[in-house]
């Protein structure tokens, strides 16, 4: 995971820190994905300061990365990507399904 950033006022150019080895946890009573990096990661500066951090993506966008993913789906030519996409259709449908065994 890459987090990038770019200054609004001065265009220094875009600015990222990697986020290698993220762990992933789902809180249901937030309707949220956590992903932390547990290990300190050099900022986004030159100071050498370091962070740990955390990425929190609330299910409407996870919806929304869906939508777009859709939406773009005949754009994607990456064998790669293909694969991965192919191998979580099976994901899906068991999070799909199992939604629906709750109404």
């Given at each position: 995971m890459k987090i990038m950033r770019k200054g609004a006022a001065a265009d220094h150019g875009v600015k990222s820190v990697s986020l290698d080895n993220t762990q992933a946890s789902f809180d249901p009573d937030e309707g949220a994905f956590l992903f932390k990096q547990d290990n300190p990661v050099n900022d986004f500066s030159s100071t050498g300061s370091r962070h740990v951090y955390r990425v929190r993506l609330d299910?409407?966008?996870?919806?929304?990365m869906t939508e777009v993913l859709r939406k773009n789906l005949k754009k994607i030519e990456d064998e790669e990507i293909i694969n991965s996409l192919s191998e979580s259709v099976n994901d899906f449908y068991r999070i799909f399904h199992s939604l629906m065994l709750k109404k």
């Open positions: 299910i409407n966008e996870y919806i929304q």
